[in-house]
């Protein structure tokens, strides 16, 4: 899995003015762009503005009639905008600023509502769209627009905005839920290769984005609902209003006062409600869509009607309802029929889409076959993989239980924080031509270790203390190559009680592949990611990186240095103090070992807290005085670099006494660490890393003034003792 990081260092015209000398006319140029970029007002910005404006003044100013027709029809419009628009949204991230969408057309709305109501109360009159719709839609009867009216209420109130919040609500903490798990299957999709960066980082924001957009309908379907109380209530307090109205004001009797009110405000209901009963209905389509990405109406009927028994069966019900019962058998009988005929040519279109598909992929499969091979492909090599046979499936598949992929993951960013470096993508690949339990580590394409688990085991190690032997499979671990058991799930908290240390086959997998890479990171460090490097480093000091590279060092020779530090497992994340301590030096040598010699001892602290913690005294073994010199006297310089010609039988000497010292610190419980001179510490290093790979050499400049060390050997050959 990959976790490289595009950083793009934008500066500001302040900053670009302050680094260089820019003509009066470039800047001027350049700061009117900006500035028409910045404060330009767009006409859709004016238009809702408008839109919104236009809520407010109608609660405060007297609009005439017509002009209340123009709004009302404009709000009617807006309000199947809205429907139309989120029944065709093909995902719901279409529709993301629905919520403001939601409460600009409710505040519109309730304007509109108040500058009626005050029209109605002060002229007797609302203009010709709530007449019409107090006596058209009410059918010119008081009581059926009265029972019209509330059961738009009802049918908005209790049914759509009910379910709209309820289902909102859910989904909006099912979504926040399911944030981590999505998060993780992006990572192990990433980390197979199933995606690349791009691709991973736009469904990260596109998880964020539905949460941030469920969470705020979650609040926004209060809009919905206050706004049908709202309208309920104004409608009865404008009822009573106009009937008051009506006999104080203009003289009219109890029932002339009753009916010519009332339908007004009848019809002031229905003209605001009719709109708010279609936006609420939008809010439903919206949070009850889901996330599919399809056209609504395909979907739609693809699922009601794209199961041709269900419509035959449909068809004999209806129309058996039709002969038997005495309801009208016209109707029923030939509904059954379209039931049926709609049934029969449904099955012969799946039919036929079947043969079209089987017909297509023969001929994908035919034109894959007649294609070139891509030979490019055959020839990238992955940095690191993990191969396995089919028995440890189950270990990397999540939909198993399965967390490999997770603990990759952790490998990595516990590797970037332990080393400074970024490791590359591991690939996790199955091999059939594995035994069913084996895996293999491959770094650029070459193996460079193996293991075997049993899925169904664990593995105990007994630290030396244990208290007593346990029954078990012996095997080695494959890590460190420790003796070890195989025991059983039965037996580990036995074993965990005796003493022993029991680790479960995913751990043993992460942490062989976690000192596989720690022991290849050196050689896994490209130039592209000292690149990257130097770039994240630019961004805070440039002035630094101005100096150092190219004019001093090129990239080849810092990576040459960086890889020097990662082969002895020296951290570079202080990247800072190694760039300043080559810059120091880069002037009066370029060779990259006395270099790296130089920016050891700027990191003497690091250094000291990883190998000599605590404040007690350290046990080390220190070389001979005689044995230095006489290495330096064996170290030739040319101009590929400076090598050793020390005499084999020298050699296998001080091998010899290397690894008896070695042993006595071992047998101590301590870190094999030897504590030699500045200038002998590299040549000493490369003498025995063939031999002795965990060796830890020191030199006395490495080491932090407050460090103690207790010397409890010397190593020194037969020819210098």
């Not at 379910?163 to 909102?168: F, L």
Request: glycine share 8%; charged share 20%.
């Amino acid at each position: 899995m990959c976790f490289n990081t595009l950083h793009i260092h934008a500066r500001s015209p302040a900053q670009l003015c302050a680094g260089m000398q820019v003509p009066t006319l470039a800047s001027g140029i350049y700061l009117g762009r900006v500035t028409k970029r910045g404060i330009g007002v767009k006409k859709a910005d004016i238009g809702v503005a408008l839109y919104l404006l236009s809520a407010f003044i109608m609660m405060l100013i007297h609009l005439p009639g017509w002009l209340l027709d123009i709004l009302f029809a404009i709000n009617i419009a807006v309000a199947f905008t809205i429907m139309f628009s989120c029944m065709f949204a093909r995902e719901v991230l279409d529709m993301a600023f629905f919520p403001t969408i939601l409460l600009f057309s409710t505040i519109f709305r309730v304007g509109l509502n108040v500058n009626s109501t005050r029209f109605i109360l002060a002229t007797g009159d609302a203009g010709q769209v709530v007449r019409t719709f107090g006596e058209f839609v009410g059918g010119g009867n008081l009581v059926i627009g009265v029972v019209i009216f509330f059961i738009l209420i009802l049918v908005q109130f209790l049914v759509i905005n009910k379910g709209s919040e309820r289902v909102a609500e859910v989904t909006a903490r099912f979504t926040l839920d399911a944030m981590p798990g999505k998060q993780m299957a992006i990572d192990a999709d990433l980390n197979t290769g199933a995606i690349t960066d791009q691709e991973a980082l736009a469904r990260r924001q596109k998880i964020q984005d539905e949460s941030s957009f469920f969470g705020s309908m979650d609040g926004a379907v209060k809009y919905v609902k206050g706004d049908a109380i709202l309208g309920l209530l104004t409608t009865l307090i404008n009822a009573f209003g106009g009937f008051a109205v009506g006999m104080m004001v203009y003289n009219l009797d109890a029932m002339a006062s009753m009916e010519r009110f009332t339908i007004l405000t009848i019809g002031d209901g229905l003209v605001n409600q009719i709109p708010a009963l279609l936006i609420s209905l939008s809010t439903g389509i919206l949070v009850t869509k889901g996330t599919k990405a399809a056209e609504f109406g395909s979907v739609l009927i693809k699922q009601l009607f794209g199961v041709p028994k269900s419509l035959y069966l449909v068809g004999s019900v209806v129309a058996g309802l039709g002969i038997i019962t005495p309801l009208p058998a016209v109707v029923f009988v030939g509904l059954g029929m379209i039931f049926i005929v709609c049934g029969y040519m449904m099955s012969n279109q799946l039919q036929a889409a079947a043969i079209v598909d089987e017909v297509d992929m023969d001929e994908t499969l035919a034109e894959e076959i007649r294609q070139p091979e891509n030979v490019n492909s055959l020839l990238q090599v992955d940095p690191i993989e993990l191969e396995f046979g089919y028995g440890i499936i189950p270990l990397a598949d999540v939909n198993q239980g399965g967390d490999l992929l997770d603990r990759v993951v952790m490998i990595r960013r516990q590797i970037a924080l332990e080393l400074g470096t970024v490791v590359p993508i591991i690939r996790l690949r199955d091999n059939i031509q594995l035994n069913p339990n084996q895996y293999i580590i491959k770094v650029k394409g070459v193996q460079v270790s193996e293991g075997e688990i049993l899925f169904d085991h664990y593995m105990a190690m007994n630290p030396g203390f244990a208290e007593e032997e346990i029954m078990g499979i012996p095997t080695f671990e494959p890590s460190f190559h420790l003796p070890a058991i195989w025991i059983t799930e039965s037996q580990r908290e036995r074993a965990e009680s005796l003493g022993y240390t029991v680790v479960d086959p995913p751990s043993i997998i992460a942490t062989h592949l976690t000192e596989q890479i720690r022991h290849h990171i050196a050689e896994l460090l490209t130039r592209q990611d000292v690149q990257n490097l130097i770039a994240n480093l630019r961004e805070t000091h440039p002035s630094l990186i101005d100096e150092l590279t190219p004019k001093l060092l090129g990239l080849g020779e810092i990576q040459k240095v960086l890889q020097n530090l990662l082969k002895e497992g020296i951290s570079i994340r202080d990247l800072l103090s190694i760039f300043e301590t080559m810059a120091d030096y880069a002037t009066t040598t370029r060779d990259t070992d006395i270099l790296t010699e130089y920016v050891r001892q700027s990191l003497k602290r690091a250094i000291s807290s990883k190998y000599f913690p605590g404040s007690e005294p350290s046990s080390v073994v220190t070389l001979d005085p005689k044995m230095e010199q006489e290495i330096m006297a064996s170290v030739k310089q040319t101009e590929q670099g400076a090598y050793l010609t020390l005499d084999p039988e020298v050699t296998k000497s001080l091998m010899s006494s290397v690894e008896e010292e070695v042993k006595k610190l071992e047998g101590m419980g301590k870190n094999p660490i030897v504590i030699t001179s500045p200038i002998v510490r590299m040549y000493f290093k490369r003498l025995t890393e063939d031999y002795l790979r965990d060796l830890i050499v020191v030199s006395y400049n490495e080491i932090d003034s407050n460090v103690e060390l207790q010397s409890v050997g010397m190593i020194h050959t037969s020819f210098t003792k």
